[in-house]
């Protein structure tokens, strides 16, 4: 009887198709920080600077945390402001799921607000006023059960930066390319 319970149970990692945002024991250290990973800005990374990072909590609604756990979420236009003293993040946008409630009207591109500590923000005011420098959302990910936003202090890059991050880039490849070559 045992054998028959046992053989009618799903595993517990194939139970649900969705992640559970929770990193598997058996991961390495960057395997279990990408798999807690909702989002990645990458146009960020390319486009600036990132002089210093800061996490914060989001404002969400139910609607957006069930499509953020389905990974529906893109941030590549997303920028951060300050106003009134309080972080808003502009141009996230968060697709909602098409089992989403009737009675819930989903705007995908609401401003959702950023929750640091005060001190946070008005050292953050104080470098934003120099000039040169933006807040861009860098990532969005899961932390305690919570989505957190990490938040760089950029500088945007000028042409030539861009132009020498691509040449690093694809000597990078090159370079891959041959040693996958050389060990076949």
């Not at 756990?69 to 941030?75: A, F, P």
């Not at 934003?128 to 990532?139: A, F, M, S, W």
């Amino acid at each position: 009887m045992a054998t028959k319970e046992a053989s009618s149970k799903k595993p517990a990692a194939a139970s649900s198709g969705k992640p559970s945002g929770k990193p598997a024991s058996n991961l390495t250290a960057k395997a279990a920080a990408a798999a807690v990973r909702i989002a990645d800005n990458k146009k960020a990374i390319f486009n600036y600077h990132i002089e210093e990072r800061f996490e914060a909590g989001m404002v969400l609604e139910g609607w957006e945390v069930k499509s953020l756990r389905e990974g529906k979420v893109q941030l590549t236009d997303g920028y951060v402001v300050i106003r009134n003293g309080e972080l808003f993040i502009i141009g996230c946008q968060i697709n909602p799921l098409g089992t989403a409630s009737t009675h819930v009207r989903p705007d995908s591109v609401r401003t959702k607000k950023l929750l640091m500590h005060k001190d946070e923000i008005r050292r953050l005011i104080g470098k934003i006023e120099q000039k040169g420098y933006t807040l861009v959302p860098l990532n969005l990910h899961w932390k305690a059960g919570k989505v957190k936003c990490e938040v760089g202090l950029a500088k945007g890059k000028g042409e030539h930066d861009k132009r020498d991050t691509i040449k690093d880039r694809e000597g990078k490849r090159e370079v891959e390319r041959a040693m996958k070559s050389r060990s076949r």
